[in-house]
């Protein structure tokens, strides 16, 4: 049975309706997501923050299933690459509207059913491709599902709906990527990996400043992981909006 099954012994939840389980720090999975979010935190004019807590998301059975079958499938097909040339599975980050507090504390463990409160539509029903820039638009790989191990790059598609939230919550994501395609430059017709591959990471350098992998398959992605971190506004930050207000105090032309 799968880990992150809600039928699995394991995953007791402090009610039927919940479906986060908070991690304690000595959980072997805890300081594996929080070495990723710490690691993969890389804008230097993002003072890193500070990470609050972590919960596990248990999904029905019948929902895994998909994505298991589609990960059993990419592994049997891709078994002639070099096992060094092949992820079937690696732990992403996605960032998206929350309009409710999950995650807020270790109560907050029950979905919403706000519309506009993506993040629990998605812990609920997982991703949907049709659904692909519905938020800004501009998809860089085409219509597909976007993450990335550069977790301050999904910070930056954060937003807190609702003025009672502090933290802000990072979704980490199960991705199969299979055999991916690197790829340096834009190609916003795709709708589907290159013949061959799985997936398609963008490589910075050219059109992107930071990594990010996109899967065309609703099955080979399912959330797996909320992180919850504070959303103060860093030390960094705040002195270079300093700066920036004391600049247009002296630039702003005196009243005649």
Same mark, same amino acid.
């Given at each position: 049975?799968? #880990?992150?099954?809600?039928?699995?012994?394991?995953? #007791?939840? !402090?009610?039927?309706?919940?479906?986060? $389980?908070?991690?304690?720090?000595?959980?072997?999975?805890? #300081?594996?997501?929080? =070495?990723? %979010?710490?690691?993969?935190? /890389?804008?230097?004019?993002?003072?890193?923050?500070?990470?609050?807590? $972590? %919960?596990?998301?248990? =999904?029905? @059975?019948?929902?895994?299933?998909? %994505?298991?079958?589609?990960?059993?499938?990419?592994? /049997?097909?891709?078994?002639?690459?070099?096992? =060094?040339?092949?992820?079937?599975?690696?732990?992403?980050?996605?960032?998206?509207?929350?309009?409710?507090?999950?995650? *807020?504390?270790?109560?907050?463990?029950?979905?919403?059913?706000?519309? &506009?409160?993506?993040?629990?539509?998605?812990?609920?029903?997982?991703?949907? $491709? *049709?659904?692909?820039? !519905?938020?800004?638009?501009?998809?860089?790989?085409?219509?597909?599902?976007?993450?990335?191990?550069?977790? !301050?790059?999904?910070?930056?598609?954060?937003?807190? /709906?609702?003025?009672?939230?502090?933290?802000?919550?990072?979704?980490?994501?199960?991705?199969?990527?299979?055999?991916?395609?690197?790829?340096?430059?834009?190609?916003?017709?795709? /709708?589907?990996?290159?013949? @061959?591959?799985?997936?398609?990471?963008?490589?910075?350098?050219?059109?992107?400043?930071? #990594? &990010?992998?996109?899967?065309?398959?609703?099955?080979?992605?399912?959330?797996?992981?909320?992180?919850?971190?504070?959303?103060?506004?860093?030390?960094?930050? &705040?002195?270079?909006?300093?700066?920036?207000?004391?600049?247009?105090?002296?630039?702003?032309?005196?009243?005649?």
């Amino acid at each position: 049975m799968d #880990e992150f099954s809600a039928e699995n012994p394991v995953n #007791e939840t !402090s009610s039927r309706y919940a479906r986060l $389980i908070p991690l304690p720090k000595t959980d072997p999975n805890y #300081e594996k997501v929080s =070495s990723l %979010f710490r690691k993969g935190w /890389k804008h230097p004019a993002k003072q890193p923050p500070q990470l609050c807590a $972590i %919960f596990k998301i248990v =999904s029905p @059975g019948s929902a895994l299933q998909p %994505f298991l079958d589609y990960k059993s499938i990419v592994s /049997k097909a891709s078994s002639w690459n070099a096992p =060094s040339e092949l992820d079937s599975e690696v732990l992403l980050f996605h960032g998206t509207n929350r309009a409710c507090l999950l995650g *807020e504390n270790l109560r907050n463990v029950v979905l919403c059913n706000l519309s &506009e409160c993506y993040l629990c539509t998605i812990i609920r029903e997982s991703y949907a $491709i *049709e659904k692909c820039g !519905s938020k800004h638009g501009f998809t860089r790989f085409g219509t597909g599902i976007y993450t990335s191990a550069c977790s !301050s790059k999904a910070d930056d598609y954060v937003c807190n /709906k609702s003025q009672d939230a502090i933290m802000r919550v990072l979704l980490v994501n199960r991705v199969v990527v299979g055999r991916p395609k690197r790829m340096l430059r834009n190609a916003v017709h795709l /709708k589907a990996p290159p013949y @061959g591959f799985h997936s398609v990471i963008g490589v910075p350098g050219a059109d992107l400043n930071y #990594e &990010e992998t996109v899967v065309y398959s609703n099955d080979a992605i399912r959330p797996s992981y909320l992180v919850a971190y504070d959303s103060s506004v860093s030390a960094l930050e &705040e002195r270079r909006r300093r700066r920036v207000a004391l600049l247009r105090l002296f630039t702003t032309p005196l009243a005649s």
